[in-house]
T-cell receptor, first 118, second 116 residues
Framework: GAVVSQHPSWVICKSGTSVKIECRSL??????MFWYRQFPKQSLMLMAT?????????EQGVEKDKFLINHASLTLSTLTVTSAHPEDSSFYIC??????????????FGDGTRLSIL | AQKVTQAQTEISVVEKEDVTLDCVYE???????LFWYKQPPSGELVFLIR??????QNEISGRYSWNFQKSTSSFNFTITASQVVDSAVYFC?????????????FGKGNQVVVIP
């Protein structure tokens, strides 16, 4: 159980394009989803925390207008990279959890999206 | 201040050797959870273990074992008789109950290279 599907797994697009990444919890309700960014040979950097039905909480230094996060349902969160540029190229990973239901539920991770902006 | 420290950046071992990955954490919470994840070259994060702060028992799962010592704030991970398929980046992570949303703080990761 606890499967998280992330789509697409790989995106290559031109500079200036907006790219949407979906994160779905397939068999549980995810009240909280996290979005991470990972550069090569580095750790996961938390970008934002999204709670279903409310605005996402962004980490310091992450541009809200650049990385739009929507968590409209208990099973879906989306990250839109607006007007992407080459410096936005990275590996983006989402995770989902339901901290309200059980006190110590772990995060379940998607397989990640490799974004390459030309 | 970094909450999770994984000091060894890259570790190379010859196949069948044992390898131990160190993880030192920092928290003021009395209730917290520690995790290890494996990230193979394909990129996905594979959950290996979760340990809560009240359970200091060591654990063994196949060739994997974990040593949790609250006295030294460490949660070390050992791979016994390493295999080429163990080549990956391994992340230690901490979740503090006080955060309330299961937020994870990751260490920088250990790149393990198993040489055949």
């Amino acid at each position: 159980g606890a499967v998280v599907s992330q789509h697409p797994s790989w995106v290559i697009c031109k500079s200036g394009t907006s790219v949407k990444i979906e994160c779905r919890s397939l068999d549980f309700q995810a009240t909280t989803m996290f979005w991470y960014r990972q550069f090569p040979k580095q750790s996961l950097m938390l970008m934002a925390t999204s709670n279903e039905g409310s605005k996402a909480t962004y980490e310091q230094g992450v541009e809200k207008d650049k990385f739009l996060i929507n968590h409209a349902s208990l099973t879906l969160s989306t990250l839109t990279v607006t007007s992407a540029h080459p410096e936005d190229s990275s590996f983006y990973i989402c995770s989902a959890t339901n901290p309200g239901h059980y006190s110590n539920q772990p995060q379940h991770f998607g397989d990640g999206t490799r974004l390459s902006i030309l | 201040a970094q909450k999770v420290t994984q000091a060894q950046t890259e570790i190379s071992v010859v196949e069948k050797e044992d390898v131990t990955l160190d993880c030192v954490y920092e928290t003021r919470d009395t209730t917290y959870y520690l995790f290890w994840y494996k990230q193979p070259p394909s990129g996905e994060l594979v959950f290996l273990i979760r340990r809560n702060s009240f359970d200091e028992q060591n654990e063994i799962s196949g060739r994997y074992s974990w040593n949790f010592q609250k006295s030294t704030s460490s949660f070390n991970f050992t791979i016994t008789a390493s295999q080429v398929v163990d080549s990956a980046v391994y992340f230690c992570a901490l979740s503090e109950a006080g955060e309330g949303n299961n937020r994870l703080a990751f260490g920088k990761g250990n790149q393990v290279v198993v040489i055949p």
